[in-house]
């Protein structure tokens, strides 16, 4: 079976693709090695589909090149694909920070992309693993339902985040393949877990939430952190997760409103403790239990000025040094892959193999929560679409 282009993977940026490209009148095929289209879309936003930011900048994306994302974002920004989600009258609404989400059901985005890829006459076939790829005037894809070539070639299989989805590491393994080079890749927007030390104090707090500030190295985010039964989760952990390093800490601020110093000074002659003030400012188990394991007990009469100085440099600057995180099972998102120094920032094609693209999760490009990562999905997919 041959087209102008094939596309191996049915996801937000593979679907974007195939849309553009098959608008500029070429043939096109998507191979999905699953059963359904937009998979991960399907479950994202808790089913509502966070589809993108409006707040979406190059700033909001990790990337070992940190400039490469700036035209891809420019060329299809999040007003863009608004404007696409109001033709097809899908109701959606604003949360915090910018994230956009479906009133109804994240089944509307897939069924907006199925719609557009009818339109623009591109064939969908699932249930089709790619066993081998060969480059000659064409490319030759082999697989059991037999044989398809094509002149361009668009890698859009995601990365290794949440496997029950079906995630593949073929993009990694062709990109080895055409020896393209591959930025190590490690689970980004994930939770992190404790120490035995600190999770023998801290797993009684399972399910307590709080807001705070977390920082690692220049980078903060001030969101809301959640204790597990393994560690630390919540939107602020797995924003640093992403810029997290093993063996460093992650320095939280548990009082990001408030200074914790003046308020102690200003009790200085009260017979409380630190721990029974600190339940007025904190959620009263999480007071406890630091007041328990990590402040004095005394009286704060007896309490030196150096010492309530020592109390609120550890409630401003926890230092947390995770274990690890829970890994690709609760990633959201693959940090690393292709390196952008392979590709085209203009057309996303690969420098060394002309007419082969890599886009969306593969890239090494990933975004912050919220949206973002849905941007560069569509963006990436958008710009590959107008060049394959």
Known sequence: MKADVIIVGAGAAGLMCAIEAGKRGRSVIVLEHT???????????????NFTNIMAAPRNFLSANEHFATSALARF?????????????????????????????????????????DAAKVRIILGVHVDEVIKDQNFVLKTAQGEFQSQSLVVATGGLSIPPLGT????????????????????????VTFKTKDLEIFKALSGLSLEVICRFGKTSFRE????????????????????????????????????IFDILKNNHKSKFTAKTLLKDYLPVRLAETLGDHF????????????????????????QVTP??????????????????????????????????????EVVDVTGWLGGFNFQWAWASGYAAGQYA
């Open 323 to 360: 274990q690890g995180t829970e890994g690709y099972a609760k990633a959201e998102v693959t940090v690393g892959g292709i390196d952008t120094d392979e590709l085209s920032s203009k057309t996303m094609e690969a420098k060394k193999v002309p007419g082969l693209y890599f886009i969306g």
């Open 168 to 191: 593949s590491d073929f993009g990694y393994n062709l990109a080895k393949q055409f020896d393209i080079n591959i930025n190590a890749c490690r689970p980004g927007l994930v939770p």
């Open 77 to 117: 920004t999040p007003q863009d694909f608004i404007e696409l989600v109001e033709k097809h009258s899908i109701a959606y609404h604003e949360k915090t920070l910018g994230q956009l989400f479906c009133d109804e059901s994240s089944q509307d985005i897939i069924g907006m992309l199925k719609k557009e890829c």
């Open 295 to 318: 402040l004095t007990d005394k009286p704060l009469t007896q309490t030196s000025l150096e010492e309530l100085q020592k109390i609120a440099d550890f409630l401003h600057n926890w």
């Open 224 to 259: 809301k952190m959640l204790f597990t039964h393994k560690g630390l989760s919540g939107p602020a952990i797995l924003q640093i997760s992403s810029y997290w390093e093993p063996g460093q800490a992650i320095t939280i601020d548990l009082l990001p409103d408030i200074n």
């Open 35 to 49: 059963e359904a289209i937009g998979k991960k879309i399907r479950i994202s936003g808790g089913g509502r589909c």
